[in-house]
Protein backbone atom coordinates (compact mmCIF):
# COMPACT_ATOMS: atom_id res chain seq x y z
CA UNK A 1 0.00 0.00 0.00
CA UNK A 2 1.62 3.43 -0.56
CA UNK A 3 0.71 6.06 1.32
CA UNK A 4 1.12 10.28 0.36
CA UNK A 5 1.90 12.52 2.51
CA UNK A 6 1.26 16.72 1.39
CA UNK A 7 3.80 18.67 1.72
CA UNK A 8 3.63 22.40 2.05
CA UNK A 9 6.23 24.48 0.46
CA UNK A 10 8.23 26.97 2.02
CA UNK A 11 6.97 30.49 1.90
CA UNK A 12 9.90 32.79 2.57
CA UNK A 13 9.16 36.64 2.38
CA UNK A 14 9.50 37.44 -1.41
CA UNK A 15 11.68 39.91 -0.51
CA UNK A 16 14.93 39.77 1.61
CA UNK A 17 15.13 42.89 3.28
CA UNK A 18 18.73 41.37 5.75
CA UNK A 19 20.97 40.77 2.62
CA UNK A 20 23.38 43.60 1.99
CA UNK A 21 23.97 42.36 -1.86
CA UNK A 22 27.56 44.87 -1.92
CA UNK A 23 28.59 43.30 0.90
CA UNK A 24 28.02 39.71 0.52
CA UNK A 25 29.42 40.47 -3.41
CA UNK A 26 32.70 42.35 -1.26
CA UNK A 27 33.11 39.10 1.05
CA UNK A 28 33.59 36.90 -2.51
CA UNK A 29 36.62 39.10 -3.88
CA UNK A 30 33.64 40.69 -6.35
CA UNK A 31 33.04 44.63 -7.19
CA UNK A 32 29.44 45.12 -6.49
CA UNK A 33 28.23 46.80 -9.80
CA UNK A 34 24.79 47.24 -10.87
CA UNK A 35 24.26 44.48 -12.66
CA UNK A 36 25.47 41.75 -10.87
CA UNK A 37 23.75 43.37 -7.56
CA UNK A 38 20.23 43.46 -9.87
CA UNK A 39 20.66 39.50 -10.91
CA UNK A 40 21.38 38.94 -6.72
CA UNK A 41 17.95 41.51 -5.80
CA UNK A 42 16.08 39.04 -8.22
CA UNK A 43 17.35 36.28 -7.20
CA UNK A 44 17.29 36.69 -3.64
CA UNK A 45 13.52 38.23 -3.65
CA UNK A 46 12.21 35.21 -5.48
CA UNK A 47 10.09 32.60 -3.19
CA UNK A 48 11.78 29.65 -5.16
CA UNK A 49 14.22 28.93 -7.53
CA UNK A 50 14.43 30.80 -10.73
CA UNK A 51 15.26 30.03 -14.33
CA UNK A 52 17.82 31.93 -16.00
CA UNK A 53 15.56 33.49 -18.84
CA UNK A 54 13.00 34.70 -15.99
CA UNK A 55 15.97 36.43 -14.65
CA UNK A 56 16.99 38.07 -17.63
CA UNK A 57 13.39 39.12 -18.44
CA UNK A 58 13.28 40.77 -15.02
CA UNK A 59 17.14 42.40 -14.91
CA UNK A 60 16.23 43.55 -18.10
CA UNK A 61 13.38 45.69 -17.44
CA UNK A 62 15.24 48.14 -15.37
CA UNK A 63 18.50 47.96 -16.80
CA UNK A 64 19.88 47.71 -20.19
CA UNK A 65 21.97 44.42 -20.15
CA UNK A 66 22.11 41.31 -22.48
CA UNK A 67 21.21 37.74 -22.15
CA UNK A 68 25.35 36.88 -21.98
CA UNK A 69 26.22 38.90 -19.62
CA UNK A 70 23.52 37.39 -17.13
CA UNK A 71 24.85 34.01 -18.12
CA UNK A 72 27.91 35.11 -17.44
CA UNK A 73 27.45 36.90 -14.16
CA UNK A 74 25.03 33.90 -12.78
CA UNK A 75 28.66 31.63 -13.59
CA UNK A 76 30.28 33.85 -11.59
CA UNK A 77 27.69 34.06 -8.45
CA UNK A 78 27.99 30.20 -8.63
CA UNK A 79 31.31 30.20 -8.74
CA UNK A 80 31.99 32.07 -5.76
CA UNK A 81 29.21 30.41 -3.74
CA UNK A 82 27.24 32.91 -3.14
CA UNK A 83 24.12 31.70 -5.97
CA UNK A 84 23.48 28.41 -5.86
CA UNK A 85 22.55 26.25 -9.53
CA UNK A 86 20.00 23.33 -8.91
CA UNK A 87 18.60 20.83 -11.80
CA UNK A 88 14.96 22.04 -12.63
CA UNK A 89 12.89 20.33 -15.47
CA UNK A 90 14.52 18.38 -18.23
CA UNK A 91 17.48 20.16 -18.14
CA UNK A 92 16.58 23.21 -17.06
CA UNK A 93 18.48 24.74 -14.62
CA UNK A 94 17.44 27.16 -11.77
CA UNK A 95 19.38 29.54 -9.39
CA UNK A 96 18.22 30.30 -5.77
CA UNK A 97 20.42 32.01 -3.21
CA UNK A 98 23.46 29.87 -1.64
CA UNK A 99 22.83 29.10 1.96
CA UNK A 100 24.17 31.72 4.22
CA UNK A 101 23.34 33.63 7.56
CA UNK A 102 19.66 34.81 6.41
CA UNK A 103 18.99 31.83 3.50
CA UNK A 104 19.57 28.62 5.42
CA UNK A 105 19.98 25.60 3.38
CA UNK A 106 16.79 23.75 2.85
CA UNK A 107 15.18 20.86 0.52
CA UNK A 108 13.44 21.13 -2.37
CA UNK A 109 10.41 19.77 -3.48
CA UNK A 110 9.79 19.18 -7.67
CA UNK A 111 6.60 18.53 -8.96
CA UNK A 112 6.62 15.90 -11.34
CA UNK A 113 3.55 16.94 -13.23
CA UNK A 114 4.27 20.68 -13.76
CA UNK A 115 7.78 20.68 -13.08
CA UNK A 116 7.43 23.39 -10.25
CA UNK A 117 10.37 23.90 -7.87
CA UNK A 118 9.32 24.50 -4.39
CA UNK A 119 11.44 25.61 -1.30
CA UNK A 120 10.54 23.53 1.50
CA UNK A 121 10.89 24.50 5.32
CA UNK A 122 14.43 24.70 6.26
CA UNK A 123 15.39 21.40 9.03
CA UNK A 124 11.78 19.86 7.58
CA UNK A 125 14.06 17.01 6.77
CA UNK A 126 17.23 16.04 8.53
CA UNK A 127 19.97 14.59 6.55
CA UNK A 128 22.73 12.98 8.30
CA UNK A 129 25.81 12.85 5.78
CA UNK A 130 28.72 12.34 8.45
CA UNK A 131 28.66 8.90 7.73
CA UNK A 132 29.12 9.17 3.69
CA UNK A 133 32.96 9.31 3.77
CA UNK A 134 33.20 5.93 4.96
CA UNK A 135 32.12 4.86 1.79
CA UNK A 136 32.70 6.96 -0.45
CA UNK A 137 36.68 8.38 -1.11
CA UNK A 138 36.13 12.37 -1.79
CA UNK A 139 35.32 15.34 -0.59
CA UNK A 140 31.75 16.74 -0.06
CA UNK A 141 31.29 20.28 -1.09
CA UNK A 142 26.95 20.35 -1.40
CA UNK A 143 24.60 18.67 -0.70
CA UNK A 144 21.04 18.77 -2.65
CA UNK A 145 17.78 17.52 -1.41
CA UNK A 146 14.80 16.79 -3.59
CA UNK A 147 11.35 15.53 -2.67
CA UNK A 148 9.70 14.24 -5.59
CA UNK A 149 5.76 14.20 -5.97
CA UNK A 150 2.35 16.04 -7.49
CA UNK A 151 2.07 19.70 -6.09
CA UNK A 152 -1.26 20.66 -4.30
CA UNK A 153 -2.00 22.64 -7.52
CA UNK A 154 -1.88 19.62 -9.72
CA UNK A 155 -3.18 17.34 -7.09
CA UNK A 156 -7.14 17.80 -8.35
CA UNK A 157 -6.17 16.80 -12.15
CA UNK A 158 -4.32 14.39 -11.03
CA UNK A 159 -7.44 12.67 -9.45
CA UNK A 160 -9.84 13.54 -11.73
CA UNK A 161 -7.47 11.55 -14.46
CA UNK A 162 -7.33 8.66 -11.61
CA UNK A 163 -10.91 8.27 -11.52
Request: charged share 20%; proline share 6%; aromatic share 4%.
Amino acid sequence: MHHSRQIKPYKKKTMCQHCNYSKLLRLRGLDPTPHRLRIMEVIGNNSSPIGAQEIFAMVSRTVNINRVTVYRILELLVERELVERLSGRGRSLLYGMAPCEHHPAHPHFHCRNCGAIHCLQPFSLNVDIKNIPCSFAGEIREVEVRIHGVCQNCLPAEQVSME
